[in-house]
């Protein structure tokens, strides 16, 4: 079982609607979560830390649930900018920051 | 500030043949990492270097070399390269600290023919 599981989508958006995905991951002792964009195999780009009490970035909103074991981002506003493979990370808690990879859900923002 | 840079850009090799990925930043950061990506695999970590001095394995090290050449650079050799080594590599590096993660260079696009 992948340490880090996300839905691959696509998950396809009208322009200016709002679209929420989750991703699973398997590790407890995991102690930072985050959210990187990936455009068209370009390199991964930090989109937002995950707090334990939920963080709004703009139109971005990412939630932490450690009970069941979940991260989710919610996307408002779909602009077709936002088009892009969105990946969940979790890190440990050694000290060199190793981190675990979903594989990305795919978002398509359409016009 | 470039931030992590890598290169080449792109490279086709034959079967059998040999080189050399490098990686530099220039953030003063302590941690590199070598990853590769495979479409539907997510990013699988090669090699890493927890600080200037130091390398280990990552969860996929076969038919890789590392050299951790100073605390800016990080190079990823390929002995022998094989069909299946043909993949897009990233460079990392992380300054160490809970608040912040890892920031990638802008790849490598290998084929190996």
């Known amino acids: 079982r992948k340490e880090v599981e996300q839905d691959p989508g696509p998950f396809n958006v009208p322009e200016g609607a709002t679209v929420a995905f989750n991703c699973t991951y398997s590790?407890?002792?995991?102690?930072?979560f985050f959210w990187y964009r990936q455009d068209c195999r370009k390199e991964p780009k930090l989109l937002m830390s995950?707090?334990?009490s939920g963080n709004e970035d703009g139109r971005f909103t990412a939630q932490l649930n450690r009970a069941s074991q979940y991260i989710s981002l919610l996307i408002r506003d779909s602009k077709l900018s936002d088009s892009a493979t969105y990946l969940c990370?979790?890190?440990?808690?050694?000290?060199?920051?190793?981190?675990?990879f979903g594989a990305g859900t795919q978002v398509v923002v359409t016009p | 500030n470039a931030g992590v840079t890598q290169t080449p850009k792109f490279q086709v090799l034959k079967t059998g043949q040999s080189m050399t990925l490098q990686c530099a930043q220039d953030m003063n950061h302590n941690s590199m990492y070598w990853y590769r990506q495979d479409p539907g695999m997510g990013l699988r970590l090669i090699y890493y270097?927890?600080?200037?001095?130091?390398?280990d394995k990552g969860e996929v090290p076969n038919g890789y070399n590392v050299s951790r050449l100073n605390k800016r650079e990080f190079s990823l050799r390929l002995e022998s390269a094989a069909p299946s080594q043909t993949s897009v590599y990233f460079c990392?590096?992380?300054?160490?600290?809970?608040?912040?993660?890892?920031?990638f260079g802008p790849g490598t696009r290998l084929l190996v023919l």
């Open positions: 590790n407890s002792a995991s102690q930072s």
């Open positions: 995950v707090y334990s």
């Open positions: 270097s927890a600080s200037e001095g130091t390398t």
């Open positions: 990370v979790s890190r440990g808690t050694d000290s060199w920051g190793k981190l675990q």
């Open positions: 990392a590096s992380f300054r160490g600290t809970l608040e912040e993660t890892q920031y």
